[in-house]
């Protein structure tokens, strides 16, 4: 874990520094001078004020500095400007998204495209698009991707096979590419799903081993969905395992690999308090190098409904967004923290709020964890048009997670609601700084939307 641990007063007015257990550092602006919309706005309590140190794990507050974008103690600042697609008017261009830190891999579905996005001159570029005979018209391709150094994949969900007609909710595919000496993306193989049920709606990728899932598979009695360990065994990439579980509910329709751990969400597993709970499910790789569940993530709490449409791992950390979340009122949303303690179990404190309580403002429908970060979309509806706003939270020296800035996009009004509701997350990507919001129906008008995607740097965060 990564700890707020010292605060050190470099001057008598102006900044201060953060130095955390691991050397790392950020600058933040303390209130009584002009911070930046790219600050974060902190206090510097009584005894700092004159740039003393504070004690280890002293806890900080927040204030309004005066003017350069800081309000009700957070920095607040405009998205950086939207990337259209290159595909077209009705390309639904950001459906999915990842990055590596050196390329992002974008999906659209409408376009049967996915583009890879590298930087020149410090602009975010499309250098090749992946299409595939594996990915027809009709067939989602770019549902899902994922992408990690030279290697991508591509998901194409209602796919039967190169010449098969599509059909949604049967089949489902996925296409891995590789990027050769000269740069140029190389198809490598297809390979389609062993029990259909739109295998490739999601996908994760971590050096040598993937995760696909199928939320509508049916392999075992009682339980709905699959997701499939694959791996990369001489030239070949070969499902080694089938993940399921009795009593879940589209198993598969969120997955992540790290390391020897798999992750899987669910989105309408019965919970003990609700009948529409989810869940996401941890599997661990053992010696004889199968996969055995661990734990199922599930909270107590009846206001929660669709937990585990969506998370993002990083460590020993799972942050799980549920815009479903009711408080008090449906949509409103919230994120979940999980950390594993010393024993193997994951324990959450509870549920992060959103920065505004808005019905369907659906908090948590884009979430992402970098260490000790956790950023999260909503919508505020308060405002016309409805923007989107990107929140980011750090954990605190006491374990709270504490908003500490917010970008707002006003022309991302439209995620995800005209493309499948709450089935299609507003999507979201990151690598080092930079996080990548994927829009789908950005633009939607009569039946098209082109979409778009915005990169934010965020090392000012």
């Known amino acids: ?45 009584t005894t700092c004020s004159t740039g003393d140190p504070c004690a280890l794990d002293q806890m900080l507050d927040q204030v309004a500095c005066p003017g350069g974008g800081c309000a009700s103690g957070i920095c607040v600042g405009p998205s950086d400007p939207a990337l259209g697609p290159a595909a ?15 390329r992002i891999l974008v999906g659209a579905v409408a376009a049967n495209a996915a583009y890879v996005l590298e930087q020149n001159n410090g602009q975010w570029a499309v250098t090749a698009t992946l299409t595939s005979s594996w990915g027809p018209a009709g067939s989602d391709f770019g549902a899902a991707v994922a992408i990690q ?96 579980a009795v009593t879940a509910d589209r198993l598969g329709h969120a997955v992540q690999v790290s390391g020897d751990r798999a992750f899987a969400g669910s989105l309408w597993d019965p919970g003990p308090v609700s009948t529409e709970t989810g869940a996401v499910r941890v599997w661990e790789r053992q010696a004889d190098a199968t996969w055995l569940q661990t734990q199922t993530l599930q909270p107590d709490d009846l206001r929660v409904d669709a937990f585990g449409q969506g998370f993002s791992v990083d460590g020993d950390r799972i942050a799980v967004g549920v815009p479903a ?52 979309t909503s919508i505020d509806w308060s405002s016309t048009p409805s923007p989107v706003l990107t929140s980011v939270y750090r954990v605190m020296p006491s374990g709270e997670w504490l908003e500490v800035g917010r970008r707002i996009d006003p022309g991302g009004q439209d995620n995800g609601f ?17 996080i990548v919001v994927g829009y789908p129906v950005r633009g939607y008008s009569g039946g098209r939307a082109p979409g778009a995607i915005v990169v934010q740097n965020t090392a000012g965060w």
């Open 88 to 102: 077209g008017t009705n390309a639904y261009f950001g459906t999915s998204v990842d990055s590596d830190g050196l």
């Open 418 to 434: 005209a493309y499948g509701g709450i089935e299609v997350d507003l999507q979201m990507a990151g690598a080092g700084d930079d």
């Open 1 to 45: 874990m990564r700890w707020l641990s010292l605060l050190v007063g470099l001057a008598a007015c102006g900044r201060y520094h953060f130095v955390d257990a691991e050397d790392a550092s950020v600058d933040a602006c303390v209130a009584g001078t002009a911070c930046t919309p790219a600050a974060i706005c902190w206090t510097g309590l």
């Open 325 to 376: 979340f009711s408080d008090p009122d449906r949509g409103t949303g919230a994120v979940y923290v999980y950390s594993r303690d010393a024993s193997g179990l994951w324990q959450t404190p509870g549920p992060i709020a959103p920065p505004l309580k808005q019905r369907d403002g659906n908090f948590g429908r884009g979430v992402l964890l970098r260490g000790d970060r956790v950023f999260a």
């Open 149 to 244: 150094g030279d290697l991508a994949v591509v998901g194409s969900r209602y796919s039967r096979g190169p010449g098969m007609p599509t059909a949604s909710g049967t089949g489902g595919a996925i296409v891995i590419f590789e990027r050769n000496a000269q740069g140029q993306w190389i198809e490598q193989q297809g390979l389609l799903g062993p029990d259909g049920g739109e295998f490739g709606n999601a996908i994760d990728l971590d050096h040598g081993r993937m995760v696909v899932g199928a939320e509508y598979a049916t392999v075992i009695a009682n339980g709905w969905g699959a997701a499939y360990i694959i791996e990369q065994q001489g030239s070949a990439w070969t499902i080694v395992s089938t993940l399921t």
